[in-house]
C-alpha cells in the first residue's frame, strides 16, 4: 500500500498564501480578496507586501476560505460584503450575491426619475433581497421615498441592516410581490424578481445562492409575469415597471407589458451587450 502523500506546510507568507490559491486552481483576483479580507489589507497592500509574515492561525482560516471557493461558495459569502453601485452591502447566504448586470436596471431607473424631476417620488423595489436596488436608488436620489419588499423575512433584515449601516431610508415591507403593498401606488417600481427555469443547467453552479429567489416555474416567467399582471392597481399615471430578466426573455416580457396596457415599452442592455432590462409606462399624464 502506497504511502499517503504529506500535507502541504502553511504558507508563512503574503506571496507564499497567493502562490498556494494559484497552485489549487483559485483565480488570481479571488485569492487576493480573500487573503486581502482576512488580514484587513487591500489589494494593492498584498502586492507591495509579498514577503510579509502572516500567522499559522490566519493561513489556516485563509486555506479553509480557498477550499469553499473551489467547492462554489461566493466570495462575497465568504468575506460578507459586496460592492455594488459604488455602496458596500453586507451579504448572506439568505440573498443572492449583487451582480454587475442589475446596474442597468439601477441607472434606467435613476433616469426615469431625473426626468419626472419629482421633489419626492414614491419608489418600489420588489424583491429586494440585499436591497441593492432600493439602496442604489435611495443614494442616487436622495429626495426618493423608497419602498422595499421581500418574501422572505431573513433577506428584509439584510437589507434594512444595510440601509442602517449606510445610513439611507427605506420602507420595508415583508410579502410577495403586489400584496406586501396593498392599497399603495408608486411613481416607480422595479424588480429583479427570479427568472430561471426549473431544470436550467446553469442551477447547478448556483446552488450555494437562495433557490427561491432564483427558480420561477417550467419557464422562467412565472414571477415576471405575476408583478406585470398586477402591476395597473399600483402604479399611479405615467409610472414606469422596470424589470430585470433573463437574456432570451426580453420578447415575452414585451409583449406581456403590451398585452397589459403598458406604452413606450422598450429594452435595456447590460454591460456585455446582452438584453437584460425591460418596461414601459403605465399610460396617462405624471401627476
Known amino acids: 500500500m502506497s504511502a499517503q502523500a504529506p500535507a502541504a506546510p502553511l504558507p508563512t507568507t503574503v506571496g507564499q498564501a497567493l502562490e498556494r490559491a494559484r497552485s489549487e486552481g483559485l483565480d488570481r483576483l479571488d485569492a487576493q480578496v480573500l487573503l486581502g479580507h482576512r488580514l484587513g489589507r487591500s489589494r494593492a497592500w498584498l502586492l507591495a507586501h509579498d514577503t510579509d509574515a502572516i500567522d499559522a ?3 489556516t482560516l485563509y486555506l479553509e476560505d480557498i ?8 466570495v462575497a459569502y465568504l468575506v460578507g460584503e459586496r460592492e455594488f453601485h459604488g455602496l458596500a452591502l453586507r451579504v448572506t447566504p439568505a440573498v443572492l450575491v449583487p451582480r454587475p448586470d442589475t ?6 431607473a435613476l433616469q426615469c426619475l431625473r426626468a419626472a424631476a419629482r421633489p419626492h417620488p414614491e419608489v418600489l423595489d420588489l424583491g429586494t433581497g440585499s436591497g441593492a ?7 442616487g436620489c436622495p429626495g426618493s421615498r423608497v419602498c422595499a419588499t421581500d418574501a422572505s423575512a431573513a433577506a428584509l433584515h439584510v437589507a434594512l441592516d444595510n440601509a442602517r449601516r449606510l445610513g439611507l431610508s427605506i420602507d420595508g415591507r415583508e410579502g410577495s410581490w403586489w400584496g406586501a403593498v396593498a392599497g399603495r401606488r408608486f411613481d416607480l417600481a422595479v424588480s429583479n424578481p427570479p427568472y430561471i427555469a426549473e431544470g436550467d443547467p446553469h442551477l447547478p453552479s448556483l446552488c450555494h445562492e437562495p433557490l427561491q429567489a432564483l427558480v420561477s416555474g417550467a419557464d422562467g416567467l412565472r414571477d415576471l409575469r405575476a408583478i406585470v399582471d398586477g402591476a395597473s392597481a399600483h402604479l399611479r399615471p405615467g409610472a414606469w415597471l422596470l424589470l430585470e430578466h433573463g437574456t432570451g426573455q426580453a420578447e415575452p416580457v414585451r409583449q406581456r407589458l403590451v398585452e397589459q396596457g403598458f406604452v413606450d415599452v422598450d429594452t435595456r442592455h447590460d454591460i456585455e451587450g446582452r438584453p437584460r432590462c425591460t418596461g414601459g409606462r403605465w399610460p396617462g399624464a405624471t401627476a
Open 57 to 59: 492561525g490566519l493561513a
Open 67 to 74: 477550499a469553499q471557493r473551489r467547492h462554489g461558495v461566493p
Open 103 to 108: 446596474e442597468t436596471l439601477v441607472e434606467w
Open 133 to 139: 436596488i432600493a439602496l442604489a436608488l435611495a443614494h
